[in-house]
Structures are given as structure tokens and as C-alpha cells.
């Protein structure tokens, strides 16, 4: 059954309201009817059912009919900030973090990024793909996402209780489950950070800046990954370590 994200502010007691592009999607493009029951979301930790009563294009009025609470998709906290790659393959990759569980996407931009972002990023379109994605794999909230930060603004913001991993292809010892395991930082806090480099990898003195600023090295595996493929692959073990796929 199609879903729909319903804002918080939207709901009313036992009353719903669809506007926007859901309305128009629900009444035109799927003929939605009153006396429909259809799936709702409320893109943070609510799912819902609901009963529709009024349907226009501008505007659907409905009745909540069942509630779903604490259904928040990760297990921790986690922040991709993932370096800046070319056009298909980033929609591609919103999408594919979205699915697995990534709280949010912080774009990058390193020393070796090649896509440059203007002044006005596709932000807006990266949001409508993370939605999709949301409402696609059943995911009650909706993986937020930044404006391209540099890396060394994305450094310094960094939480002070938290376990912040950088993936480099010439680290050889420590792995990410060594580094989550052995660092007494994650006890009692859920809030990790990975930052993922560029297709033409980090440079020295990037990795000599994480480490300064307290950002763990480690290794991925014995084959050297592209940046969209290593992103997901380490997303996925971060979850995996904190319980997400046991």
C-alpha cells in the first residue's frame, strides 16, 4: 500500500490533513476516494492508518483509524558525511543510505572532490529522493540532509560524546568493529559519525586533521572500494555492530 508523510503539525487528534504534493498524488495520480484507507507516516517515529473523508487535489481530510509508536528505523544515531560524487551515482546513493538506516547525509567536499556545488545545491531534489526512499522501504522517519559542508567545518562540528570513523585505504591494522569495540567514547551513546572520502581518495593531511580532532582511521577490507560503494558498505557495518541486522 502506497504511504504518505503526514506532518506532525497535520494531525489533530484523530484527524489527518494530506496537502501539497501528497494530495495531488493521492487524489489524481492513485484516485484516491473518501472511504479509502491508506498508510501514513509523520517522518520522524509515527506511522499510522487512516480513513479518508475529503479528497481534492489541494487537500485530503481523513480520520486516524490506528497508531504505531516507536518504530524508529537505527539503531544509533549515525551520520554519513559522505564526499561529493558525480550525478547518478549520489541520487543513487541518497536513496541506498536512506534504505539501510542513516540518520543523516552530510555532503562533503575534500581536497580531491571533483563536483564542485554552486552556491544553490540540489538540496530540495536530495530531500524528494530521500522521501521516496522513505516511503518505498517502510521507514517511519526521513533521512535528513545538509547543505555541502568542507570538510574541516564538518570536522569541527562534530559531538563531543560521540564515535566519529574515517575509512582509509591505507590503514591496515584497526577495523571498524576493533574501533567500536575497543573505544570506551560509544559507551551509553548511540551518536557515530563516518566520513567517506573521495574517488580520488583522502589526502595526507586530511586523515592528519581527523585524527587531530579525534576521528579514528580504519580499514574496510582487503579490495579498494569506490566512494559511493565504501559509504554503504561501512554504514552498514556501523548499523550491523549496534544490533540493526542481528
Partial sequence: MPRFLVHPEDIRGQTFTLTGSEARHAALVLRKNPGDTIELFDGKDLSYTGRIKVVSPE?????????????????CDLTLYQALIKGPKWDWLVEKACEIGVTRLVPLVTARTIVIPSRE??????????????KQCGRPDVMKISEPKPLPEAISGLPENGLALIPWEKETGRSIRQAMLSSDEITGTPNI???IGPEGGWEAGEIDLARRRGVIPVRLGPTLLRSETAGLVAATLVLSERGEYS
Fill in 59 to 75: 487537500r485530503i481530510e481523513g480520520v486516524i483509524v490506528e497508531e504505531q509508536k516507536g518504530t524508529r528505523t537505527s539503531a
Fill in 121 to 134: 545545491a540540489p538540496l530540495e531534489r536530495w530531500k524528494r529522493i530521500a522521501l521516496a526512499a522513505a
Fill in 193 to 195: 559519525a563516518l566520513f
